[in-house]
């Protein structure tokens, strides 16, 4: 994809919603606060535009209303939905981006509206990590990043913005150490210019800024650097003046700005890849150092902590997965199967990311310590073939609370050994109604089944298993079929909704799994039919089944 180019000719605002249209199709860009940011910009400049072209304007409405923030930005080299942004910037003078507030995304907060279909809800407490001890705490740098240390008594800090040459001389380099504290690079107008902020703050010997080496594409982080030690904030929080693309500052205090203009002078080389020019620019800035300042100011970081191995594996409910590589072909298997053994989809591919969507969007893994496992083995997979060496199925971290539960639910354990523990289970269980048929008193009465289970009018019945919650396509496709039997199958067959949520025991009767599910149970209560997911091919199933059942029903 080619990005925006400025010329003399005004830009086409037609042309470049559709653009902006086409950027949102990428899966990395359609959530993200750069996007959703650079479309309420554009409906700015829109709006400050009356003869604007038409399908331009609903192009945009189109674009404001599907999209959500779903993450906030994560620093893309190249940065597609920046090019628009700094081209609006441009043409309107500024004020694409005046009277548009940033977009916030802190999930603890919840404050991103992620639609009416997520089904995330923000945790009202932080969980604790599974270290005991926090990392013991760095007195500098606080802040990760790619950089690399000189002296901490340095006072020449230098940012190479995204020249990787450049950087790399000065990391590299030892012979002036004594007076360069810091070299690293910055690629963003928010996080980034944050993180360089924060170390430099934390270091009062540090008294200058040297900006030098190439901009990242479609971004201004060095122009935008220099506002902020000129200007400060503005009460929005955007950089005053800045003209690059998202300059709004989110953890830095105001006190911290004051300390950050005061402590430091920048020296602007933005452009310059010249070695020689700036190691003499470095010596020239330490020949006239004024010296640390004399008082600190607290710059903090968020907590650090070691990894740990978890203690205990939690299976998944939604069943397990076997891995296989076949490196003749240079493709990926992934069988799944329920914890009962019973084998569901299998999944081929060559690329691991797409494999892990796909199971993903079919529901087939609902924990996120499993998702992890599975990303992990799939690249071990994939790196297995591309390298040469053979390829083991690793088990996950953590200890079964039971090794019933191991033997059952293991990908790894011999099917004899499965079989023969069912068949343990299920001896044991005869026993126990044997005797309780037995008894010489009457039997208590049992325990009433829920409603939704019940089949006592001798019907057959057409059960949907849903989250009222989720709403899309696919979803509304399936929940059809529920209306179409009660209508097309009026006094033939019942049809029952049970709610997941409190009628756990028809869910657990039937094993369902995967919403939305459909089943057909005759009136002895026997599941004739089971129709999981949302997918095109479940639809198509359904039309038959619902032939067959106006057939067999007449």
């Known amino acids: 994809m080619s990005l925006v180019q400025l010329s003399s000719k005004p830009p086409d605002l037609d042309q470049l919603s559709k653009q902006l249209a086409k950027i949102g199709q990428i899966e990395k860009c359609e959530g993200c606060g750069c996007y959703v940011d650079t479309i309420n910009e554009f409906k700015a400049v829109l709006d400050q535009t009356p003869d604007a072209p038409a399908p331009a304007r ?47 995304f802190d999930v603890s907060q919840n404050e991103a509206d992620c639609g009416t279909s997520c089904e995330y809800e923000a945790p009202q ?79 009062r010997h540090i008294r200058f800024l040297i900006l030098c080496g190439q901009e990242a594409k479609g971004h201004l982080t060095g122009a935008c650097l220099k506002a902020l030690h000129a200007n400060g904030l503005a009460d929005s929080r955007r950089i005053a003046g800045a003209p690059g693309k998202r300059p709004w500052i ?13 402590q430091i002078e920048i020296v602007d080389l933005i452009g310059c890849e010249e070695v020689a020019a700036i190691e003499k620019t470095v010596a020239k800035l330490a020949a006239r150092n004024p010296g640390p300042l004399p008082e600190a100011i607290i710059a903090e970081s968020v907590p650090h902590y070691i990894a740990s191995k978890t203690g205990r594996l939690h299976l998944d409910k939604a069943g397990f997965f076997i891995i296989h590589s076949k490196p003749e072909a240079d493709w990926l298997i992934v069988e799944h199967y329920k914890n009962s053994g019973e084998p569901t989809y299998v999944i081929e591919g060559t690329d691991p990311a797409a ?22 083995e799939l690249e071990r997979a994939k790196l297995s073939i591309k390298l040469g060496f053979a390829f083991t199925q690793d088990r996950a971290f953590g200890e079964l609370e039971t090794k019933a539960e191991w033997y059952l639910s293991s990908s790894r354990v011999m099917p004899m050994k499965k079989l023969l523990l069912a068949l343990i289970v299920a001896a044991a269980a005869g026993i126990v109604i044997y005797k309780m048929m037995n008894r010489a008193e009457p039997a208590p009465a049992q325990t009433a089944v829920t409603s939704s289970a019940s089949t006592s009018s001798g019907k057959p019945v057409f059960y949907l298993f849903h989250d009222p919650a989720d709403q899309d396509e696919g979803c509304r496709r399936i929940y059809s079929f529920a209306d179409r039997a009660r209508r097309e199958l ?15 025991g028809v869910v657990d009767k039937y094993q369902v799994r995967v919403l939305p599910t459909i089943l057909v149970v005759d009136a002895g209560g026997a599941v004739k039919e ?21 057939t067999s029903l007449r």
Request: glycine share 6%; proline share 5%; charged share 30%.
């Open 355 to 376: 494999i892990c969507a796909e199971i993903i969007n079919r529901g087939l893994v609902s924990q996120l310590d499993h998702a992890a496992y599975l990303g992990r």
């Open 490 to 504: 009026a006094g033939k067959i019942e049809v029952k909704r049970p709610d997941v949520k409190s009628e756990k």
């Open 250 to 262: 989110k953890t830095l205090s105001p006190a911290q700005i004051l300390y950050f203009q005061r």
């Open 125 to 203: 407490e932080i969980a604790k990590p599974t270290s005991v001890e926090p990392r013991p705490k760095i007195a500098w740098p606080i802040e990760t990043g790619d950089y690399r240390l000189g002296s901490d008594d340095g006072c020449v800090a230098i940012a190479t913005l995204a020249s990787e040459d450049l950087y790399h001389h000065f990391s590299h380099r030892r012979e002036s150490e004594s007076d360069c504290a810091i070299c690293g690079k910055v690629f963003t107008e928010n996080i980034g210019i944050e993180k360089v902020v924060k170390n430099i703050i934390a270091n």
């Open 58 to 104: 609903e192009r945009i409405a189109e674009l404001e209303a599907k999209h959500r923030t779903t993450h906030g930005c994560i620093g893309c080299d190249p940065c597609y939905p920046v090019a628009i942004s700094n081209t609006l910037y441009a043409i309107s003078d500024g004020a694409s981006v005046e009277n548009v507030k940033p977009i916030k």
């Open 530 to 550: 089971r129709f999981e997911g949302e997918e095109k091919e479940t639809a198509a199933r359904l039309e038959d089944m619902m032939t067959r059942l106006k």
